[in-house]
């Protein structure tokens, strides 16, 4: 029984520690965060800290893979094509969700990156996934007769959607001074991509997301 | 004549600094370089430096004009929507040289204008012209029958069309390790944007497009 009750313990512990260190990360840049600080806005002794996490490094590291288990959600194989835009919606959402969650990895990514080479492992596993499921997507809205386009078209099509679902946050918050993000940018950031997708659907599904997307239309 | 001469070697120096500041910052991220690593680059004592920008600061704000005078050139009016292609292309490949020979301004975007609201001025009025040039030459585009798109899907395809253009190179860079880009690079790029362009364009245009899109589909 004790046993179990240090595990909980140190378990609760941890996710405090990863829970304050994104905080913080999101609000000041990584860069400008020490491992001193995270334990003062946790009222944590750094003795304590180092006990669960031997340098900031490892603190980055685990949110990375917690921000990894959040992007693996991926949108269900199509039943239909008016489904399948329904699906596509609410994944956006989600994913874009996860991505403002966890900001700090996008203001300084080539810095993250360039330091360290697990973490350009896992985000690139993550981007090569994205990337995949969303090019299988179109595949079988191509072979529903739900969206016209070559492989090329889709190759190029799959790169731009993961750009500007990567990066649509980052810029709005730059254009708009935001410090924190709406349902509303979310629906927006979701258009965004969803507007990439619209040219190339044909009959049921190109009304279907016209008609999602008209509540973000001025 | 000394007077002149004085004035030219002011101004040879203040270029020199400029140059090596930009160098620097590009290569290690802005945040990571001081005023005393550039004047050790540079072969200047410090005081010699500091004669000339008081601050790093100052040289940040320096290259962010130089940045926004390379940035304010424009593709010209379109005379037909083949010359129109030809331009948007040539122009796309004038951007990205200069987004990538001015890089470490993307690196640490949020930060850069978080902390200074000179730049973020700076910053937001290049995005605002840039939008509106686009938008002004898919009206245009739209007028002489190359393009159709109503002016909902102009407003997002413009949006991507600046979303995409400024962050595809360090998109790119980070996927692929790039320590440095190539022509070719430079025309991934410029395809990426005009494949966001491409499914509204009709005729002549459409085809001139694809003619100038060939060489970079493997």
Chains 1, 2 share one sequence.
Request: aromatic share 10%.
């Amino acid at each position: 029984m004790k046993q179990d009750g240090n595990a909980l313990r140190t378990q609760r512990t941890v996710e405090r520690i990863l829970a304050g260190s994104l905080r913080l990360f999101n609000e000041a840049g990584e860069g400008n965060v020490t491992t001193g600080m995270i334990a003062d806005a946790l009222d944590m002794s750094p003795g304590n800290l180092y006990y669960h996490f031997r340098n900031k490094e490892q603190i980055v590291e685990a949110l990375f893979r917690h921000f990894e288990a959040r992007m693996e959600v991926e949108p269900r194989p199509p039943a239909d094509a008016a489904q399948a835009m329904e699906d596509l919606w609410l994944y956006l959402h989600l994913a874009l969700e996860a991505i403002w969650e966890y900001r700090f990895v996008y203001r300084n990514l080539d810095d993250l990156l360039a330091r360290n080479r697990r973490l350009r492992t896992v985000y690139n596993r993550i981007v090569d996934r994205k990337l995949a499921a969303f090019q299988a997507l179109c595949t079988s809205l191509v072979a529903a007769g739900a969206m016209a386009a070559t492989v090329e078209e889709i190759r190029a099509l799959s790169r731009n959607v993961i750009v500007v679902a990567t990066y649509w946050l980052n810029f709005q918050s730059i254009r708009q001074r935001r410090e924190d993000v709406s349902a509303d940018d979310l629906g927006e950031g979701a258009y965004q991509v969803l507007s990439l997708v619209a040219p190339y659907l044909r009959g049921g599904a190109r009304a279907h997301l016209d008609a999602l997307s008209a509540r973000y239309i001025d």
